[in-house]
C-alpha cells in the first residue's frame, strides 16, 4: 500500500526532486509555504523515511565592546606607537603613557613588547623596529565590515583564539543549520508526484462529490498522534503520600519537627554516649559556631545526664549537648513529643528529611527522606509491633515478610524487618524496629513502654519502580519520570 501524502509534503518532494540539500528558509522560498509548513512537512518526510536532515553547527565571531573600541580608536599597543611617533625622540615615561592609556595600560605595554615594536629603558618607553599592521588588527577590521558575523573556518584561528584570551574583544558564537535532502525511497515517491495536484492549505472538504472541489485534502489515518505529556507529581512525592495516608488509615497522627535539632534531642536523650563515633562530624553535619540557648528543662536535662553517667560512666557535658545539628534521624521529632507531652496512650508518626554525612553511592544518598512510627500503651508488646509493621506492609503491597534480631543503640529488644524482593530473588532489609530502652524512656518521665520503628522511604521507591541505584531519584530524567505511571 502505497503511502498517503500530504499536499505540504508533495510541495517539498516536488522541490527537492530539483534541489537537493536545501535549508528550511531556502525551502520556504521556493515552496512558497510558510516556514511552520515546511518544518512540519520535514518532520512527516523523515518520518516516512522519504527525506534525511544533516544538522550542522557553525562558529561565527563579531566584535565585542572593547573590539569596536579598538576598530574606531585602534588596539591600546597601537595606540600607544601611535602616541611615541608624535614625540620628538619618540619616547616618554612611563607616567605619562599610564595617563593616556589608564587601564589598557598594561596590555599596551605587554602586546607592544610582544610585537618587538618598544622597548623599556630606564622607566622611559622608547619606540623601535616595525609597525606593521597585526593579524589581530586585520581579523577585527574584516569582522566589523559583517555585523552579522564571520565563520571562524575563514580566520586564522590562532589568531581568534589570540583574541578570545582578551575580554570583550570578540564574541564568539554558534550557530545550527539543517540542510534537507531525499533519500532513495523519497526520490521514487516524488517522480509519482502528479504536476496537477492543487495545494489547499489546510482547507477540508466535506464532500468530494460536489463539482467545485478540485481535491480533497488527504488524511493518514496511520499517523502518530502527538505525545502529550500531563503534568504530575514526582514518583517518590506519591510514595510518601502513600506512606502518610497508609499511617493515616492505621489511626496514627502526623507530629512534624525541625530539621535542625540539638544535639540533646538528636542524641542525649536517645541515650547515645557524647564520644560515640556518629557524633563525629564525619558522620554528621553540624552547624557552625551555633549552639542551642534552650535545650530542654532543667528536670529532663538533669535526669538523662544522670543516666549517661551512670549507663556509660563518663562526665556528661552540657556544653556538647548545646550543638545544633541537621537531624540524622526523626525519632528526635518522637521522642521530644512523648517528653513533652507524657502520652499515656499514643499512635504518633514523623515524615521527614534527614542528613548524614555519607559518601554518595549506589545505596546512599547524604539527604533522604525517613518515616518513623511510635506506639504507647500499657500492654503493647513486640508482637504487637510485628503486628503493625506486618499490616502496614501489606497495604503497600509487599506480602513476603519476615523478622531478625539485631542491635540498634536506643531499642531492646530490637528487630530488622526482612522483605522478599521478586526482582533479585532475595530477602532485603527495610525498617528497623523496637522497644525504647528504659534509659531512654525513664528520664523523660515517659511511664509506658513504646513500640518504635523507622526507615528509609527512598529505599520502598526503589522496590516499588525496580529501581538499583537510589540517586536516579533525583536524576530528574525526563524519560523516566514520563515512563512511571500514576498508578500502580
Given at each position: 500500500?502505497?503511502?498517503?501524502?500530504?499536499?505540504?509534503?508533495?510541495?517539498?518532494?516536488?522541490?527537492?526532486?530539483?534541489?537537493?540539500?536545501?535549508?528550511?528558509?531556502?525551502?520556504?522560498?521556493?515552496?512558497?509555504?510558510?516556514?511552520?509548513?515546511?518544518?512540519?512537512?520535514?518532520?512527516?518526510?523523515?518520518?516516512?523515511?522519504?527525506?534525511?536532515?544533516?544538522?550542522?553547527?557553525?562558529?561565527?565571531?563579531?566584535?565585542?565592546?572593547?573590539?569596536?573600541?579598538?576598530?574606531?580608536?585602534?588596539?591600546?599597543?597601537?595606540?600607544?606607537?601611535?602616541?611615541?611617533?608624535?614625540?620628538?625622540?619618540?619616547?616618554?615615561?612611563?607616567?605619562?603613557?599610564?595617563?593616556?592609556?589608564?587601564?589598557?595600560?598594561?596590555?599596551?605595554?605587554?602586546?607592544?613588547?610582544?610585537?618587538?615594536?618598544?622597548?623599556?629603558?630606564?622607566?622611559?618607553?622608547?619606540?623601535?623596529?616595525?609597525?606593521?599592521?597585526?593579524?589581530?588588527?586585520?581579523?577585527?577590521?574584516?569582522?566589523?565590515?559583517?555585523?552579522?558575523?564571520?565563520?571562524?573556518?575563514?580566520?586564522?584561528?590562532?589568531?581568534?583564539?589570540?583574541?578570545?584570551?582578551?575580554?570583550?574583544?570578540?564574541?564568539?558564537?554558534?550557530?545550527?543549520?539543517?540542510?534537507?535532502?531525499?533519500?532513495?525511497?523519497?526520490?521514487?515517491?516524488?517522480?509519482?508526484?502528479?504536476?496537477?495536484?492543487?495545494?489547499?492549505?489546510?482547507?477540508?472538504?466535506?464532500?468530494?462529490?460536489?463539482?467545485?472541489?478540485?481535491?480533497?485534502?488527504?488524511?493518514?489515518?496511520?499517523?502518530?498522534?502527538?505525545?502529550?505529556?500531563?503534568?504530575?507529581?514526582?514518583?517518590?512525592?506519591?510514595?510518601?503520600?502513600?506512606?502518610?495516608?497508609?499511617?493515616?488509615?492505621?489511626?496514627?497522627?502526623?507530629?512534624?519537627?525541625?530539621?535542625?535539632?540539638?544535639?540533646?534531642?538528636?542524641?542525649?536523650?536517645?541515650?547515645?554516649?557524647?564520644?560515640h563515633p556518629a557524633r563525629e562530624m564525619q558522620d554528621t553535619f553540624?552547624?557552625?559556631?551555633?549552639?542551642?540557648?534552650?535545650?530542654?528543662?532543667?528536670?529532663?536535662?538533669?535526669?538523662?545526664?544522670?543516666?549517661?553517667?551512670?549507663?556509660?560512666?563518663?562526665?556528661?557535658?552540657?556544653?556538647?549537648?548545646?550543638?545544633?545539628?541537621?537531624?540524622?534521624?526523626?525519632?528526635?521529632?518522637?521522642?521530644?513529643?512523648?517528653?513533652?507531652?507524657?502520652?499515656?496512650?499514643?499512635?504518633?508518626?514523623?515524615?521527614?528529611?534527614?542528613?548524614?554525612?555519607?559518601?554518595?553511592?549506589?545505596?546512599?544518598?547524604?539527604?533522604?527522606?525517613?518515616?518513623?512510627?511510635?506506639?504507647?500503651?500499657?500492654?503493647?508488646?513486640?508482637?504487637?509491633?510485628?503486628?503493625?509493621?506486618?499490616?502496614?506492609?501489606?497495604?503497600?503491597?509487599?506480602?513476603?515478610?519476615?523478622?531478625?534480631?539485631?542491635?540498634?543503640?536506643?531499642?531492646?529488644?530490637?528487630?530488622?524487618?526482612?522483605?522478599?524482593?521478586?526482582?533479585?530473588?532475595?530477602?532485603?532489609?527495610?525498617?528497623?524496629?523496637?522497644?525504647?530502652?528504659?534509659?531512654?524512656?525513664?528520664?523523660?518521665?515517659?511511664?509506658?513502654?513504646?513500640?518504635?520503628?523507622?526507615?528509609?522511604?527512598?529505599?520502598?521507591?526503589?522496590?516499588?519502580?525496580?529501581?538499583?541505584?537510589?540517586?536516579?531519584?533525583?536524576?530528574?530524567?525526563?524519560?523516566?519520570?514520563?515512563?512511571?505511571?500514576?498508578?500502580?
Open positions: 500500500m502505497s503511502q498517503v501524502l500530504h499536499p505540504i509534503e508533495q510541495k517539498l518532494l516536488k522541490t527537492l526532486i530539483v534541489q537537493q540539500n536545501l535549508s528550511p528558509e531556502e525551502l520556504c522560498e521556493i515552496s512558497k509555504l510558510s516556514i511552520d509548513q515546511v518544518r512540519r512537512g520535514i518532520e512527516w518526510l523523515k518520518f516516512k523515511n522519504l527525506a534525511s536532515v544533516i544538522e550542522t553547527e557553525k562558529n561565527f565571531v563579531t566584535l565585542g565592546k572593547r573590539g569596536t573600541e579598538a576598530h574606531e580608536k585602534g588596539f591600546p599597543e597601537r595606540q600607544l606607537v601611535n602616541h611615541l611617533r608624535s614625540l620628538q625622540g619618540y619616547s616618554c615615561e612611563m607616567n605619562d603613557v599610564k595617563n593616556l592609556l589608564q587601564n589598557e595600560f598594561g596590555p599596551a605595554i605587554a602586546n607592544a613588547k610582544k610585537n618587538g615594536w618598544v622597548e623599556i629603558v630606564e622607566n622611559r618607553i622608547m619606540l623601535k623596529g616595525y609597525h606593521d599592521v597585526t593579524s589581530e588588527e586585520k581579523i577585527i577590521k574584516t569582522v566589523s565590515k559583517n555585523p552579522s558575523g564571520v565563520s571562524v573556518d575563514e580566520l586564522d584561528k590562532d589568531v581568534v583564539e589570540s583574541l578570545k584570551k582578551r575580554p570583550e574583544f570578540i564574541i564568539v558564537s554558534s550557530k545550527k543549520s539543517a540542510l534537507v535532502s531525499l533519500t532513495e525511497k523519497g526520490i521514487e515517491s516524488a517522480k509519482t508526484v502528479q504536476d496537477t495536484i492543487e495545494f489547499i492549505a489546510d482547507v477540508e472538504v466535506t464532500s468530494s462529490t460536489e463539482p467545485e472541489a478540485k481535491s480533497v485534502r488527504a488524511i493518514d489515518v496511520e499517523a502518530t498522534a502527538p505525545t502529550v505529556f500531563a503534568a504530575k507529581s514526582h514518583p517518590l512525592r506519591d510514595v510518601i503520600d502513600e506512606v502518610r495516608e497508609i499511617f493515616v488509615s492505621l489511626g496514627f497522627s502526623e507530629i512534624i519537627g525541625n530539621n535542625v535539632q540539638s544535639s540533646f534531642w538528636n542524641f542525649d536523650a536517645l541515650f547515645t554516649p557524647q564520644d553540624y552547624l557552625k559556631d551555633i549552639k542551642a540557648k534552650n535545650i530542654a528543662n532543667l528536670s529532663q536535662i538533669k535526669k538523662v545526664s544522670d543516666a549517661h553517667k551512670k549507663g556509660w560512666n563518663y562526665q556528661w557535658q552540657s556544653e556538647e549537648a548545646k550543638r545544633l545539628v541537621l537531624r540524622t534521624h526523626t525519632t528526635c521529632v518522637t521522642i521530644r513529643e512523648l517528653a513533652d507531652k507524657k502520652h499515656d496512650e499514643a499512635r504518633l508518626f514523623s515524615i521527614g528529611r534527614v542528613f548524614r554525612n555519607e559518601k554518595l553511592s549506589y545505596k546512599h544518598l547524604a539527604e533522604f527522606h525517613q518515616v518513623e512510627g511510635v506506639v504507647v500503651g500499657k500492654n503493647v508488646t513486640l508482637r504487637d509491633l510485628m503486628g503493625l509493621q506486618t499490616e502496614f506492609y501489606h497495604k503497600m503491597g509487599i506480602k513476603k515478610i519476615k523478622f531478625w534480631p539485631t542491635f540498634f543503640p536506643y531499642t531492646e529488644p530490637s528487630l530488622q524487618s526482612m522483605i522478599y524482593n521478586e526482582k533479585l530473588g532475595k530477602w532485603v532489609e527495610l525498617f528497623g524496629m523496637g522497644i525504647f530502652r528504659p534509659e531512654v524512656t525513664q528520664p523523660l518521665g515517659i511511664k509506658n513502654p513504646v513500640l518504635a520503628w523507622g526507615g528509609g522511604i527512598e529505599r520502598i521507591a526503589m522496590l516499588r519502580y525496580g529501581l538499583t541505584d537510589v540517586r536516579e531519584l533525583y536524576e530528574n530524567k525526563f524519560g523516566w519520570l514520563r515512563s512511571v505511571p500514576k498508578c500502580q
